[in-house]
Structures are given as structure tokens and as C-alpha cells.
């Protein structure tokens, strides 16, 4: 009876996991599996049990692709462009609004929180009338203050920024909430020695407070690479990957590939390429930020 009994507190946990493992092997591991046999053949859209094996030919095809290479890019320079400026404005703003001084923090991190919850389809549509030629609030603003109108998405070299300024709106309050909490839990202890020390409020900031923000800076730029290297909505919304391809990111790319081209093999491709981008710059910045804590 104790044997049974002892299988039995063993086994049951697992008992309980068999349904969520099924959903995982349905939902996750078996596209992902689909997805690469996917990408070593030349699917065929109507005739799927036509498909031929090809290999590695998807995968040598990229070399020569110069669109997806400045696809890529663009990706990068979105995604510079909208985590360095994101992370710095919201720790700034962090900082202010976790400050013993300032009454209405809960009232301002509500409202900054507001975009990260609204949809990004909407979001889009609001921008796109801001940044109109003719009419659009800003346009509106440089006529009165005299200066030159300016075609923000129409534009090769303003179109990816004004794509940016909008990933860098919805995502702050997301930032500001995580830069808040890690702040926010910052024993007192730390400071108050700082302080005995001799530590003036920069100093505090610059050799208490951000060291201590290392996890929280880790978890946001690897989760900010992430999101910003699938960024798809906002640019379908607002510029269709235009004006001459110039905020065509990895991911519309792909998506130009799959649905429009009927290239799905292709496709799938592109996606194992984005994976292994993410997965090598996820590992390197992990490893960066350990082997600094040794230090």
C-alpha cells in the first residue's frame, strides 16, 4: 500500500499536466515542426501533396535576396531607434514619477498605460491622420509656427520615424511600469548608506540605483528586441512597408512572401532565420550582463 501510494504522488502531478502538454504539442510544437519541413521544400499552394524536397535551397536563396537583407535592415534600425529611445525616456520618467514629491504617479502611469492597451490598428489610424500632409495635426502646427510642411509617411527618410515615434508612444507606459517596479524595490537600506557616505542625489542614481536596475534593463532590451523584430501591425496600418520599401521590416516582408507572393516554403524560411537572430542575441546579451555580475 505505501508503494502505491508513493507511485500514486508521483504520478498524479503528471496526470494533471497531460491536457497542457496535448495544447503545447498541438498548438506549438507541431507548426513548429510543420514550419521547417515547410522551409526545406518548394511548397505548392494547390497542390500541397505535390510538394518537392529542395533542401537547403530556401536557405542559400537569402544570400542573394537583396530585399531581405534591406528588410533587414530596416529592422535593425527600427529597433535601435525605438528601445534606445524608449528605455531612456521611460527610465527618466521613472525616475520622476517615483519620487516621494510627486503626487499624481498612479494618476500618470494609468494614462501613459493607456496606448499599450489600445490596439495597435487604432493607434496606427490615429498617427496616420497626425502625420497627414494636409491636414495632419503636425503639419498643422509647423504652418503657425511658420516652417516648411514636412510628409512624414511619404517620405524614404522620415516614414521608418514616424513609425518609431509611434512604437516608442504605445510601448512607454509598459517600460515605465516594469522601470517602476524594479525602482520601487530598491531596499531604502542601500540608499540611506549612500547617503551617509556622501552620496549626492546623481551619485545615488548612477552607482546605487542603476547597477541595481541591471535585471530590469536585461528583461526589457531582450524583451524589446523581440517584440520589435515581429513588428508587423503598425507599419501594415500605416506605410504598407513604403514609401519604396523603406519601412518593409523583416517581418511584413515575410508576410509579402506568404500571402501575396504564395511563396509559403520561402516564407518559412525567413522565419527560422528570424528565430536563429533572436535566439544568438538573446544568449550573447544574457551571457554579457552575467559575466558583468561576476565582475
Known sequence: MRRRRLVSSKVTPYFFLVPTL????????????YSFWLSITRFNVIMPQNSTFVGLDNF???IGDEFLWRSLLNTTYFTLGSLT???LLSL?????LCEAWFKFSGVARALLFVPFIMSIVIAGLIWSF?????FGLLNSILRLLGLPQQRFLAD???AIWAVIIVAIWRDLGYMITIWSAGILSISKDYLEAGRIDGANRMQEILYIRLPMLKPVATFLIVLGVINSFQVFDVVYVMTFGGPARSTEVLIYYLWNMAFRDFNISYAAAISWLL?????IFTLIQVKLFKAEDVN
Do not use: C, E, H, Y
Open 60 to 62: 542559400a536563396r537569402m
Open 22 to 33: 496535448i495544447l503545447i504539442i498541438i498548438f506549438r510544437l507541431i507548426p513548429i515542426g
Open 130 to 134: 497626425i502625420f497627414q500632409i494636409d
Open 92 to 96: 527618466v520618467m521613472s525616475f520622476i
Open 156 to 158: 524614404t527618410s522620415l
Open 275 to 279: 528565430f536563429a537572430i533572436l535566439i
Open 85 to 87: 529611445i524608449g528605455l
